[in-house]
C-alpha cells in the first residue's frame, strides 16, 4: 500500500549545526506535504509545507526540498538549537484536490537531539 | 489567537467502559480531524468534517468508533465498550480548508486498564 516512510530514525547534532532529516513517500498522485515537529508530551506543531509544483520553500531556519523524480522530502534546520529537540513527521496529503480529502499519511518520524 | 484545544488532557477508563472526547478548532477552520497516535509511532487518520458535507469515516477502526460535529465548531468522538487496544493518544486538528495545513490540539491521552 501507499506510505510515507523516513529514512533515518534518530539525527544527533551539534548546537549551530545544520540538520537534514529526510522522508521517502511512495505514492506519485500526492500533491500536498508539510512537516510536523512533535515535542514530548505534545501535539504536532505545523512546521513548512510544501505543494508539488513547487522544489523549495524557505521558512524562518527551515528549508523543504521536495524531489519528486524520486519521491523524496527533506527538511533542513539552519543553525539548529536545543529547542529544536524533537521528533519530526513528514506528512503527505495524497489527493489534496481530488477525493480523499484530508487524509494526511504520516511517517514514523524522526528523533532529532541537539546537543549543547 | 487560540489553537485548538481538546479535553480532556489524560483519561483513565475501565475496559468496557464508554469515553467521550471533546475537541474544540481554531475558530473559523472549516475542516476538523481526528487521528491517534500510540506510543512511539506516527498518527493514524481516523474521520474528518468539512463544513456541511458528510463526514470521512473511513479510517475508524470499528463500530464502537464514532465522532459528530456541531456546525463548524465542536466535536466529539466517542469510543463505546473501550478495549486496551484503543490506549493512545486521540489528537484533533483543524484547518481552514482541507487542502491547507493542519492545526493540531495537545491531545487527549486515553488509558484503557
Known amino acids: 500500500g501507499e506510505s510515507v516512510g523516513l529514512h533515518l530514525p534518530t539525527l544527533s547534532v551539534q548546537e549551530g549545526d545544520n540538520s537534514i532529516i529526510n522522508c521517502a513517500y511512495s505514492n506519485s498522485a500526492s500533491d500536498y506535504f508539510i512537516w510536523y515537529k512533535q515535542e514530548s508530551g505534545k501535539g504536532p506543531q505545523f512546521i513548512i509545507d510544501?505543494?508539488?509544483?513547487?522544489d523549495k520553500r524557505q521558512g524562518q531556519r527551515v528549508t523543504v526540498l521536495l524531489n519528486k523524480t524520486v519521491k523524496h522530502l527533506s527538511l533542513q534546520i539552519a543553525a539548529t538549537q536545543p529547542g529544536d529537540s524533537a521528533v519530526y513527521f513528514c506528512a503527505e496529503n495524497p489527493n489534496a484536490g481530488g477525493t480523499s480529502y484530508g487524509k494526511l499519511t504520516f511517517g514514523q518520524g524522526t528523533i532529532l537531539t541537539v546537543h549543547p | 489567537g487560540a489553537g485548538v484545544s481538546q479535553s480532556p488532557s489524560n483519561k483513565v477508563t475501565e475496559k468496557g467502559k464508554d469515553v467521550e472526547l471533546r475537541c474544540d478548532p481554531i475558530s473559523g477552520h472549516t475542516a476538523l480531524y481526528w487521528y491517534r497516535q500510540r506510543l512511539g509511532q506516527g498518527l493514524e487518520f481516523l474521520i474528518y468534517f468539512q463544513g456541511n458535507s458528510a463526514p470521512d469515516k473511513s479510517g475508524l477502526p470499528s463500530d464502537r468508533f464514532s465522532a459528530e460535529r456541531t456546525g463548524e465548531s465542536v466535536s466529539t468522538l466517542t469510543i463505546q465498550r473501550t478495549q486496551q487496544e484503543d490506549s493512545a493518544v486521540y489528537l484533533c486538528?483543524?484547518?481552514?480548508?482541507?487542502?491547507?495545513?493542519?492545526?493540531f490540539g495537545p491531545g487527549t491521552r486515553l488509558t484503557v486498564t
Open positions: 486538528a483543524s484547518s481552514l480548508g482541507v487542502v491547507y495545513g493542519q492545526y
Open positions: 510544501i505543494r508539488s509544483n513547487m
